[in-house]
């Protein structure tokens, strides 16, 4: 019987404590244990379960026949227990009716291939039968489930993308796009410069597909337009999931880390808070970063908490290569590490381990025997500090003096004209917020779409490559006006088409950097003259590329041991107005991005070099629902450590006693300490 309750007044993004749970796929078991199951989670503590997004051929066995039972009966034993619901709309994987009957909704991909039934997401999301489809199976789980206590959320989709489709109707959709944008082909041929090879367009109609093009504007249009597709379809379920959700039910979903598959600025605005899928080395690889610039990304997407709603259990990997079960404390440290970045639940994929298909190795909470085991037990521990200070954690506002500015077009354009093997504008990014993350600097993400620089004192551009004069110019008003900027190579070279500006790099950059270049070179290594930054012989170099900077008012930091290189400064400082920007013209090692930030930081008064820890020691802060300073101590290594309190008096809230300045705060290995202050 489906319990149905009045709706509640509430805010949906707004939480009374942290939940923590799991996936949950009873549809999978071997065999009957849901009882069981919900014993076992609520002895571990378990306060919320994922549902139903993976379902749709049980929803709907048979097209237009739908069954709700075996669903109403998981739901209502999980309400019994006390247990929280999120449900999918389960249209992520197509059933095998729907694809029998319309083949024409398989992905078709630039490389001339078609998907075919199998796996999932493996179909064009513009598709009008497949759309037809979606909204009809999401509308009836509304009617049904819209009411049911336990629910508290919705999941629209499950890491949406475009699946590489190259369809017809989706390129049809493409011209139409760029008619609303563009108007004429007078116009793209003008911006794109399509009469290079002859590619002029006189008419719509001439508008070659997307296989052979080898113009980086189309590219690159093309890439953007696939993100707004992904963005307007996670829009329309949204939009129909809230006619029929409580005022106190939230609409979320689960985004990867791949920051290319869809503009999340976008997708998020229609949705109370986005959540996050995020796997991370553990072991050996458990070094907190992969975690926390994932956080940090999705925080600041809505300036606000977002969800985790998948990350490891115990190993993860589509077979056996990847079985690397966390050491005893590092699954309680990385769900800590989640709630220092912001996040207000965190939700293992899954609750247990497969015993057939592609995700057989993915294993979950409890193991392939079904049973309690090292990680249950670990689970169990935190849970239950949740019951306890899980209030206290719950809706922590960060605020951060620093950002990194991170450009999408940026990331489609290197990767059309690279500069080396993989992808540097991403390694760019990685290792700026690596260099934060390890100096203990807490960053948001600002994107280049809707970039508001507002409130930061110090902004990390990665090779800003594709980028409109507006834009630029906003980075040039913040370092006139008191704003410090480290910046990375390729900055400024091409306009917001893709197209490389007429002018002497860095265009409308050049006053701000304080140089001008015309020259550039791939290089695999070079040293940099009597090791600038102390870094140690292997790691002082410039690598892959660099630029002939010439200093009009820029003031060297670095120069080339080379006898040709030399006569161009490595990497520079101009003061411009009130601020500074630093402009490394070549790629540098990870100890000297981490160099040049501590010196920067230190300087413009973000941390007391004196008095500074470094990883594997991290700190995160942020204020409560109380008004109250919660503090993160996070040891990311196997060594027990002592550090230093320097903060005001607090209560450690693990055991309740007192901290004052010059106390001392014991870490065992892979530990954490959390003051309220």
């Not at 009617?143 to 049809?172: C, L, M, S």
């Not at 969800?307 to 966390?326: C, K, M, S, Y």
Request: with cysteine.
């Amino acid at each position: 019987m489906l319990i149905v309750a009045a709706c509640a007044a509430a805010q949906p993004s707004k939480f009374n404590t942290v939940l923590y749970g799991v996936a949950y796929y009873h549809e999978y078991m071997p065999y009957e244990r849901l009882e069981k199951d919900i014993q076992l989670m609520q002895q571990a503590g378990i306060s919320v379960v994922r549902l139903g997004e993976s379902t749709w051929s049980l929803f709907e066995p048979q097209e237009g026949h739908f069954e709700f039972a075996w669903m109403d009966r998981i739901i209502d034993a999980m309400h019994k227990a006390g247990i929280k619901v999120i449900l999918g709309t389960p249209t992520y994987s197509i059933p095998a009716w729907m694809a029998l009957k319309h083949p024409e909704i398989f992905v078709e991909r630039l490389n001339g291939t078609k998907s075919s039934y199998g796996i999932r997401q493996n179909f064009d999301i513009t598709s009008p039968v497949y759309l037809f489809y979606s909204e009809r199976i999401i509308r009836k789980l509304m009617e049904h489930y819209a009411k049911h206590p336990a629910i508290i959320g919705y999941q629209v989709d499950n890491e949406t993308g475009t699946y590489g489709a190259a369809n017809y109707d989706y390129h049809r959709g493409f011209i139409d796009y760029l008619k609303d944008k563009y108007v004429t082909t007078d116009t793209l041929n003008k911006l794109w410069g399509l009469n290079y090879w002859g590619m002029t367009l006189n008419d719509w109609d001439e508008f070659p597909p997307r296989q052979n093009a080898t113009n980086p504007s189309y590219k690159l249009e093309w890439d953007m337009y696939g993100q707004k597709v992904v963005a307007d379809y996670l829009t329309w379920q949204a939009e129909i999931v809230s006619e029929y959700k409580r005022p106190d039910q939230f609409i979320t979903h689960c985004f990867m880390p791949s920051l290319t598959t869809l503009d999340q600025l976008a997708a998020s605005r229609r949705l109370d808070m986005p959540s996050l899928n995020i796997y991370h080395g553990s072991q050996n690889d458990a070094r907190g970063e992969d975690v926390m610039w994932a956080d940090d990304f999705y925080r600041s997407l809505k300036k606000n908490n977002h969800l985790v709603t998948e990350t490891n259990a115990q190993t993860i990997g589509w077979d056996a290569r990847g079985q690397t079960p966390p050491f005893d404390g590092q699954g309680r440290l990385f769900v800590y590490s989640h709630l220092a970045g912001g996040a207000n639940m965190v939700e293992y994929w899954h609750w247990h381990s497969l015993h057939y298909g592609q995700e057989t190795y993915w294993k979950g909470v409890l193991g392939h025997d079904l049973e309690p085991n090292r990680f249950y037990n670990e689970v169990s521990q935190v849970a239950h500090e949740l019951q306890k200070i899980g209030p206290k954690l719950v809706n922590l506002k960060i605020k951060n003096r620093a950002a990194i500015l991170y450009s999408r077009a940026s990331d489609f354009g290197i990767s059309y004209m690279p500069i080396k093997d993989g992808n540097a504008y991403m390694e760019v990014v990685r290792q700026m917020h690596r260099a934060a993350f390890r100096n203990n600097i807490g960053v948001d993400f600002v994107l280049a779409e809707n970039a508001d620089f507002t409130g930061y004192d110090l902004l990390f551009v990665p090779p800003l490559y594709v980028a409109s004069d507006a834009l630029l110019r906003k980075i040039s008003d913040f370092v006139k006006n008191g704003g410090h900027v480290i910046m990375s190579v390729k900055s400024g070279f091409c306009d917001e088409n893709s197209v490389v500006r007429h002018i002497k790099a860095p265009g409308p950059l050049r006053e701000a950097c304080g140089f001008y270049y015309q020259e550039f070179s791939i290089a695999s290594s070079v040293p940099l003259k009597d090791d600038p930054f102390k870094v140690g012989l292997d790691k002082n170099a410039a690598r892959t590329w660099i630029e002939f900077l010439i200093p009009e008012t820029a003031k060297p930091l670095a120069a080339y041991d080379d006898p040709f290189f030399g006569k161009y400064p490595a990497i520079t400082e101009n003061k411009y107005g009130k601020g500074s920007l630093i402009y490394e013209g070549c790629l540098v090692s990870d100890e000297i991005q981490s160099a040049l930030v501590l010196r920067k930081a230190a300087e413009i008064g973000l941390i007391d070099s004196e008095k500074h820890f470094i990883y594997p020691v991290v700190i995160r802060q942020g204020t409560n629902d109380l008004g109250k300073t919660i503090r993160y101590f996070l040891n990311y290594s196997g060594k027990d450590l002592s550090i230093g309190y320097d903060y005001p008096k607090g209560t450690n809230l693990f055991t309740n006693a007192s901290l004052k300045r010059g106390d001392a705060i014991s870490l065992k290995p892979w530990d954490v300490v959390i003051v309220e202050e």
